[in-house]
T-cell receptor
Framework: ETGVTQTPRHLVMGMTNKKSLKCEQH?????MYWYKQSAKKPLELMFV???????ENNSVPSRFSPECPNSSHLFLHLHTLQPEDSALYLC??????????????FGSGTRLTVV | QQQVKQSPQSLIVQKGGISIINCAYE??????FPWYQQFPGKGPALLIA?????SEKKEGRFTISFNKSAKQFSLHIMDSQPGDSATYFC???????????????FGSGTQLTVLP
């Protein structure tokens, strides 16, 4: 384990379902991220949460809704998804200051299939 | 617009050979250039990283070469082993103005296969 735990590992859902992905980090990091990894495409940043800000990629559809109740937990709420949303969803965390950089730590991802 | 271009898309190397993966970036705001290694069923894991004020960094069999003027950097894997077979991603990153989080932009990945 990397210190970033994602659940579930696999998820199959219909287009009318509502589900949530969960991420938890045990590293004391102060920022958390959601990435989407599709075949043949670069990893795509979806959302960022840190102590000071929330950043989102404007190209992410509103059927994806993030929630970050505290610095250790991050959720991605899913509703009325499309088949093209099938992908590996990766959570990451980092501890960054202007004076230091510790890189990202990724979880193992949730493999989502929309049927 | 893809800000980090990576090549080749796939690479096959004999055991003991040298694997070379190249990347180019456009945004001069990037201040940190990590490489990630990803095995099937796992998330990417940080392999090695370099800052733009350094031209080369070596960690074991892995070396990053960095050319700031050309905005290019590359990963060299010496004495490649079958266990190195994985997907490798270059990335480039900068701190948000708040200093509390990073924008990380990935290349498209290189599938490396090391033949025994």
């Amino acid at each position: 384990e990397t210190g970033v735990t994602q659940t579930p590992r696999h998820l199959v859902m219909g287009m009318t379902n509502k589900k949530s992905l969960k991420c938890e980090q045990h590293l004391g990091h102060n920022a958390m991220y959601w990435y989407k990894q599709s075949a043949k495409k670069p990893l795509e940043l979806m959302f960022v949460y840190s102590l000071e800000e929330r950043v989102e990629n404007n190209s992410v559809p509103s059927r994806f809704s993030p929630e970050c109740p505290n610095s250790s937990h991050l959720f991605l709420h899913l509703h009325t998804l499309q088949p093209e949303d099938s992908a590996l969803y990766l959570c990451a965390s980092s501890q960054d200051t202007i004076r230091s950089n510790y890189g990202y730590t990724f979880g193992s991802g949730t493999r989502l299939t929309v049927v | 617009q893809q800000q980090v271009k990576q090549s080749p898309q796939s690479l096959i190397v004999q055991k003991g050979g040298i694997s070379i993966i190249n990347c180019a970036y456009e945004n001069t705001a990037f201040d940190y250039f990590p490489w990630y290694q990803q095995f099937p069923g796992k998330g990417p894991a940080l392999l090695i990283a370099i800052r733009p004020d350094v031209s080369e960094k070596k960690e074991g069999r892995f070396t990053i070469s960095f050319n700031k003027s050309a905005k290019q950097f590359s990963l060299h894997i010496m004495d490649s082993q079958p266990g190195d077979s994985a997907t490798y991603f270059c990335a480039a990153t900068y701190l948000f103005s708040s200093g509390s989080a990073r924008q990380l932009t990935f290349g498209s990945g290189t599938q490396l296969t090391v033949l025994p």
